[in-house]
């Protein structure tokens, strides 16, 4: 059966410092949470002073995001194998500000899905409705063709690898977060697609977690919800605090 998995995307915050600081702080509490994975994402810079710092503890690692190439003429870029190196278990793929700002499109997110999954990484493909979209109905055809687009061509047993995170977008940073009816709706559409496409067995293996402003006080009732396995967290995540309180509304 899936486990949770509660993740903090650190996104472009922190000094090294408090990066270590807090990864610290979070791989201190992680044994009195065994049945929750446990994951923080810090930049590429410091990847490897936070892997340090959770070394031998139950947090694992990951990444903001990654090229698809295993190496080469790529300015800038960080290859699979590099995550890999560094002792990253997870990469973020998708996620809404790299497809906002970065022009990141579902046939690209595409291939990054394969190389991770080709080198052992266990990807968290992030998908999402603008609010304009969930205000003019859209939400599940938006969300049908980006789990089309952005997850094909994947084996069974690939997509039982992959973690899929449900981030609205008008939830992300703004305090708003979705209603535990509207992820729930979304989550079990995901599964849905995914019994469509393998079968019920492969769906109910599939981690779907939700992110979007969750915090301790709201985690509780996300979590509560019978598709909802764990958050991908961002502001709350860079306080030891409120991560570790969202942690412990996991109860299932
Ligand atoms: P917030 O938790 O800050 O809304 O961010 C969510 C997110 O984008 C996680 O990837």
Redesign the pocket.
Known sequence: MRRPLIAG?W?MNLTRSEAVALAEAVAKQADQYPTVDIAVCPPFVYLEAVGRAIAGSRVALGAQNMYPEPSGAFTGEISPMMLCEMGCRYV?LG???RRQWLGETDSFINKKVHAALKAGLQPIV?LGEQLAEREAGHTLEVIRAQFEGSLAGLTAQQMIQTVI?Y?PVW????GKVATPHQAEEVHLELRKLIAQRYNPEIAQQVVIQY????KPDNAQELFAQPDIDGA??????LKPDQFLGIIAGMKK
């Open positions: 995307n996104k973020i996620h809404s500000e992030c995170a981030e939830a992300i940073g703004t992110g979007g402003s969750v991908l967290v961002g502001g709350a995540s």
